[in-house]
């Protein structure tokens, strides 16, 4: 039996990107848009597809997706920031995680 393919997608009024699996959402990661910053705040797979790798191909299409956007990424997230110290290649579009950009994220999310 083949798996099926995983898909990613930007889901704008959510402010997220959704991967899917057989059509079912299995796993999303959250971000909120700072002028031409993308915010990841927040990354989670659902626990009956954890250990698969989808969230390592749920940021590394969303990350290219910020990249192809011509946008930035800041990686509040744990998850993204680790993603991130193992995948240079996004260096050049990653900005540090700042007070000023906690605070503003705090105040979105209240
Ligand atoms: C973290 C999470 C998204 C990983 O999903 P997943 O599809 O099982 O992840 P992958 O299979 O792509 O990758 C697993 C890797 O994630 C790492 N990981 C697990 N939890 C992590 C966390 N909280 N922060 C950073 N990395 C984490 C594991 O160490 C593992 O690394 P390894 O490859 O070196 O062993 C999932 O476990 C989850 O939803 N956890 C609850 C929410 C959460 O803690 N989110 C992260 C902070 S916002």
Redesign the pocket.
Known sequence: MTQPTPTVERNDARHRYEILVDGKRA?LTAYLDREDQRVFY????DDA?????????LVQEALTDVRAAGKRIVPV???VA?FLERHGEFADITDEVTPDVLEWLDSRLG
């Open positions: 796993g927040h990354t989670e797979v597809y954890a250990g698969q790798g989808l969230a390592s191909r997230c744990p998850y680790k």
